[in-house]
């Protein structure tokens, strides 16, 4: 069975900065591209970043560009978001899963790992 377990969520104070990982297992992971997506608080799911197979291709949400990066390590079988200059509007839980697993096999999506940006 597929299985991404996310981490590295916490509480952190605007313009600081925190690094996601998400542990994926069940699937050929460097075969896949990934992505993230959060959820803020009553708001839908958004899109925020996706990273193709060897990790050289990378796309990024505009509400994102400039502060996150995302990576992988495919030796590993784990995707990170590393989170700089967080501002409240990032609060959210962030999901990360695999093209298409996440469409097509609704439970792979893992539990999430909540960011709280907040003074």
């Known amino acids: 069975q597929v299985q991404l377990v996310e981490s590295g969520g916490g509480l952190v104070q605007p313009g600081g900065s925190l690094r996601l990982s998400c542990a994926a297992s069940g699937f050929t992971f460097s075969s896949y591209w990934m992505y993230w997506v959060r959820q803020a608080p009553g708001k839908g799911l958004e899109w925020v970043s996706s990273i193709n197979t060897g990790g050289g291709t990378t796309y990024y949400a505009d509400s994102v560009k400039g502060r996150f990066t995302i990576s992988r390590d495919n030796a590993k079988n784990t995707l990170y978001l590393q989170m700089n200059s967080l501002q409240p509007e990032d609060t959210a839980v962030y999901y990360c899963?695999?093209?298409?697993?996440?469409?097509?096999?609704?439970?792979?999506w893992g539990q999430g790992t909540q960011v709280t940006v907040s003074s």
């Open positions: 899963n695999a093209v298409p697993i996440g469409v097509l096999r609704w439970s792979s």
